[in-house]
């Protein structure tokens, strides 16, 4: 049973910083693509980031310079880590595995960016 669990989010002040992580059981992510989304409240969830299993990655423009997603094989984890928060990067941030018989979602991180 694949299952991906987030982490790390939490309350922060604009301009801090937070890391989140991913991690996947049930199978090895290794060989395969995953992605962060988010979901701001009254909107429709959106893309934020992608780490291929080479190691490519590409980001949002909102927050290219600012994110950095990651991944270690060794503990089968994704991370995003975010820098320069904004209010507007408050939403509930989710990971996502294009793995066989998925895409597999994650239940979420709150993530919070306010004074």
């Known amino acids: 049973q694949v299952q991906l669990v987030e982490s790390g989010g939490g309350l922060v002040q604009p301009g801090g910083s937070l890391r989140l992580s991913c991690a996947a059981s049930?199978?090895?992510?290794?060989?395969?693509?995953m992605g962060w989304y988010r979901q701001a409240p009254g909107k429709q969830r959106e893309w934020v980031a992608q780490?291929?299993?080479?190691?490519?990655?590409n980001y949002q423009d909102s927050v290219n310079g600012r994110f950095t997603i990651s991944r270690d094989n060794t503990k089968n984890t994704v991370y995003l880590q975010m820098k320069s928060l904004k209010p507007e990067d408050t939403a509930v941030y989710y990971c996502?595995?294009?793995?066989?018989?998925?895409?597999?979602w994650g239940q979420g991180t709150q993530v919070t960016v306010s004074s």
């Open positions: 049930g199978i090895s992510i290794s060989i395969y693509a």
């Open positions: 780490i291929t299993s080479g190691g490519y990655t």
């Open positions: 996502k595995g294009i793995l066989p018989g998925g895409p597999y």
